[in-house]
């Protein structure tokens, strides 16, 4: 799990996904669920939860939930209600920044030149972009030749609010 846990949000986050695996290993221990959902809007959380049912062989089912979107296509999220009118109308062009990175990426074009203009739109908005990328969905990692099952990932701050969105799409459907 460090390798997993130190990418990304772990990088900007330090010790965040520790703390977040220690609560859900407690809670499991005292419930002792079948099943657990998590949803797929906090897409390193899921895999980090993942991971830690797999090693350290919990008989727990971890589902996936898709994430649930407002009209205009922005994540829903708690976090969205800090946000103040104005940069509640700007947040949804995260979401279209990823729907065109992955159109792009689907249609052939080069991943870091999307993801550049990506950044840059989003930054043009107003946005203090901490990351967009595109990474492999099994683990995060940077996606090599012949990868198709890929996740686009955006981390970003509007005013006081740190957003984060992701799709996940595979290459050739």
Do not use: W
């Not at 330090?14 to 998590?38: E, M, S």
């Not at 991971?51 to 999220?77: C, F, H, N, W, Y």
């Not at 159109?103 to 989003?122: C, F, K, M, S």
């Not at 990328?133 to 955006?154: S, Y």
């Amino acid at each position: 799990m460090p390798k997993l846990a130190g990418r990304l949000d772990g990088e900007y986050r330090p010790g965040f996904f520790r703390g977040v695996a220690t609560v859900v290993n407690k809670l499991f221990n005292i419930v002792q669920p079948d099943v657990a959902l998590f949803g797929e809007k906090d897409f390193q959380q899921l895999l980090v939860v993942k991971q830690m049912v797999r090693d350290l062989a919990m008989p727990v089912e971890i589902k996936s939930v898709a994430t649930r979107r407002e009209l205009d296509g922005l994540a829903m999220s708690s976090r969205n209600s800090y946000l103040d009118e104005e940069n509640r109308k700007l947040a949804p062009a995260i979401h279209r920044c990823l729907e065109h990175v992955v159109r792009a990426i689907v249609d052939g074009e080069n991943p870091a030149y999307e993801v550049g203009h990506a950044t840059q739109e989003l930054d043009e908005q107003g946005f203090l972009v901490d990351y967009i990328v595109v990474r492999r969905q099994r683990d995060l990692a940077v996606p090599e030749e012949g990868d198709k099952a890929l996740v686009v990932l955006v981390a970003a701050r509007l005013g006081s609010v740190r957003l984060i969105d992701n799709i996940a799409f595979t290459l050739g459907d």
